[in-house]
């Protein structure tokens, strides 16, 4: 990994709420790469049959190839070293008569004169130890038992999807987890595992959550780990790709063994799957962990990255470069990729980290054809770039321009600002605990960035106008791995609260995500109030900060009890879940409310075929109480003080006069 990597590697999924305005002007030396020819036919790379085993190279600028063939996956010399042929669209070819499974291959490119280091192409489906050789396997032997009928979760639309972003070592690395596979793809395929309150955790946690969809952070093969020294503690969220298409050998029971990854990666889809839980996969296509040594540099120098008008790397991902996505090979490669995690690892959605520096028409491919391969696939990315980038504005995948990306959803920083506080200020405060000025931004976020008749965009704290077309192209947070976590940001912006005053100010944040409309995201261990002990950018740091410490479930019973609840509460009434702009503007009625930190409204006519008739929602984010008017009717008390009860109730209460909204809480009603 290089440097500058090594250095800012964390701040590629930053969660930045604002964009550079103006495009730099491109490197002449770009121009030529319009002119490339492409290929992308399912040969690319590596091809097995009953003729023997072919090789493909696509670099359309070498001068010569070789391929060099090895017995292991690392300190060995080469068995064979075979010259490439050049052949079509800018594609090198060689064939060997034998079927070459279970050895090992690396290519190496002749450029401008130099011959360049070895690399394993850009396509290798299967790697050895830290990803330096490719494997020629046969994945069919791969799968698990029953992968043939093997699916994940039916999503009528992503508003039906609850997100759990988690990290694999984060998850189950702790003692108090229970889980023998520590850190491991096999981590969530162990069953009845116990915290030593003897309280459910791993997979069975999940289950008995309520989620819908786990988003584990990048799985593919990333470079900052060691896979050789596994025995010595090392860490990193892995937003620094090397193979894009091989899952991480950290992950796996044995890295030097290139089927266990697969196998195990399989294994773990299959678990999640069994347990009615869909898988979504992060992934960055954006840039890469290294820049002159990446397996695109290597392969066809230049072509895969924009660069600044002096030709220097542009570096619209805060990493060192950006990916060149409106260019042809470029953009087959991100949509071929995402298809073969589909089909090959039936994966069930993507995030898109930086998705802004990706072109819309890229996205809009990405979407179509993973839909046509599975129509529940969910899709959804960072609506912003961590720089600016010589790719258009107009062209760019940004939240602003989510309206004209189909199928395609992007995170709300509208809301996640609005109700914990501005990102880049610890200790700055939001509606929900306590800062006044954020109401209608709030509102921005219930109605999730749609046109609605009583929301007032030009009084919003980031986005100025309604840039979503439908519900179905937000997602709603107030935490992710980025930044503070909810529990830090509490600790850093309410420092003489009590713990119970800052659970307080959490449900009311996460109630306010769960009934927006849109799709909730929750980060994982906020449900038991885990903390990163005020670590924002934890991307290497140790497991005394990023390990979920599975005892606090026990501590904090209260806390997850409640978030059940809300998830309960959610997958049990559709009115929380509209699908169009229309039918929020038809259903949704705010009251006219004039004291700070305070939101009311109404969900009207059994919205979204809803057994509710009406649904009363308020958020009181300030200290004191707050008085509303209740309509007439009888009305059951569904959340109020911190309780929720989301099928039988709290009570019931007669409408007609004038209720207290506790300080820091929701109160959540509903009529037949």
């Not at 707050?626 to 989301?646: M, Y």
Request: aromatic share 8%; net charge negative; hydrophobic share 35%.
């Amino acid at each position: 990994m290089n440097r500058t990597v090594m250095s800012i590697i964390g701040l590629a999924a930053i969660s930045l709420g604002s964009h550079a305005a103006e495009p730099l002007s491109p490197c002449q030396a770009d121009a030529r790469f319009a002119d490339f020819p492409t290929y992308n036919a399912d040969d690319l790379e590596l091809l097995v049959n009953d003729r023997g085993t072919h090789f493909t190279l696509w670099s359309p600028e070498a001068e010569e190839v070789t391929i060099q063939l090895y017995d292991t996956d690392r300190d060995t010399a080469p068995t064979g070293i075979h010259r490439m042929t050049r052949s079509n669209n800018g594609t090198w070819r060689f064939t060997s008569p034998d079927n070459l499974t279970g050895k090992f291959y690396t290519f190496r490119v002749k450029y401008d004169g130099k011959w360049l280091d070895e690399t394993p192409g850009v396509w290798a489906k299967a790697v050895g130890t830290n990803g330096k050789r490719a494997a020629i396997v046969d994945l069919a032997s791969t799968n698990p038992e029953g992968w043939e009928s093997d699916h994940g979760p039916a999503v009528a639309s992503i508003t039906d999807a609850i997100i759990y972003e988690m990290h694999h070592r984060d998850f189950s690395v702790h003692p108090s987890s229970g889980i023998v596979n520590k850190g491991k793809f096999l981590a969530l395929t162990e069953l009845a595992t116990h915290s030593p309150e003897g309280l459910a955790t791993g997979i069975d946690h999940l289950k008995e959550l309520g989620i819908t969809h786990v988003h584990i952070l990048p799985s593919y093969d990333y470079n900052s780990v060691d896979e050789s020294n596994l025995a010595t503690p090392q860490y990193n969220w892995g937003y620094d790709p090397q193979n894009y298409n091989a899952p991480e050998g950290s992950y796996s029971t044995n890295p030097s063994d290139p089927e266990a990854r697969i196998r195990e990666m399989k294994q773990m889809v299959k678990s999640l799957h069994d347990a009615g839980i869909g898988v979504v996969m992060d992934v960055v296509y954006n840039h890469t962990g290294d820049n002159e040594g990446s397996n695109f540099s290597l392969t066809a120098p230049g072509y895969y990255y924009r660069h600044k008008a002096d030709c220097s790397w542009s570096d619209a991902s805060g990493c060192g470069n950006e990916t060149a996505s409106e260019r042809a090979q470029m953009s087959d490669y991100i949509v071929e990729s995402v298809k073969y995690w589909a089909k090959e690892y039936h994966i069930d959605g993507f995030r898109f980290d930086l998705m802004a520096i990706h072109d819309i028409e890229t996205m809009n491919r990405v979407a179509a054809e993973l839909k046509a391969i599975n129509p529940n696939i969910i899709i959804y990315g960072e609506g912003w770039t961590a720089g600016d980038s010589p790719l258009p504005v107009e062209k760019r995948a940004l939240k602003e321009n989510v309206a004209r990306m189909d199928g395609i959803a992007v995170f709300s920083d509208d809301l996640r600002d609005a109700v914990k506080g501005h990102y880049s200020d610890a200790t700055d405060r939001g509606f929900a605990t306590g800062k006044p000025g954020n109401e209608e931004t709030v509102k921005i976020g219930i109605v999730a960035s749609t046109a609605h008749p009583q929301v007032d965009y030009t009084k919003g704290n980031n986005s100025k106008f309604p840039y979503a077309s439908s519900p179905t192209q937000i997602i709603n947070y107030v935490s992710c791995h980025d930044d503070l976590m909810l529990t830090d940001k509490l600790a850093k912006s309410m420092p003489g609260a009590t713990e119970a005053e800052r659970q307080r100010a959490d449900k009311l944040a996460q109630t306010i995500v769960m009934t927006s409309q849109g799709t909730p995201f929750i980060f994982a261990g906020e449900e038991i109030f885990r903390n990163k002990k005020g670590v924002h950018n934890s991307y290497k740091s140790p497991d005394s900060i990023n390990a979920i410490d599975w005892s606090l479930k026990a501590e904090n019973a209260d806390l997850y009890k409640y978030y059940r609840e809300l998830i309960k509460l959610r997958k049990e009434h559709p009115a929380f879940r509209m699908t169009s702009a229309d039918d929020i503007a038809r259903h949704i009625r705010f009251d006219k409310t004039t004291e700070p930190n305070l939101v009311s409204y109404t969900i009207t006519g059994n919205a979204n075929g809803d057994n509710w008739a009406d649904i009363k929602v308020v958020f009181n984010g300030s200290d004191d109480a707050r008085t509303i008017k209740l309509p007439n009717g009888e009305w059951t008390v569904i959340a109020r003080d911190g309780n929720i009860n989301a099928t039988d109730g709290l009570g019931t209460i007669k409408g007609g006069k004038k209720i207290n909204v506790e300080p820091r809480s929701a109160l959540i009603l509903a009529r037949q």
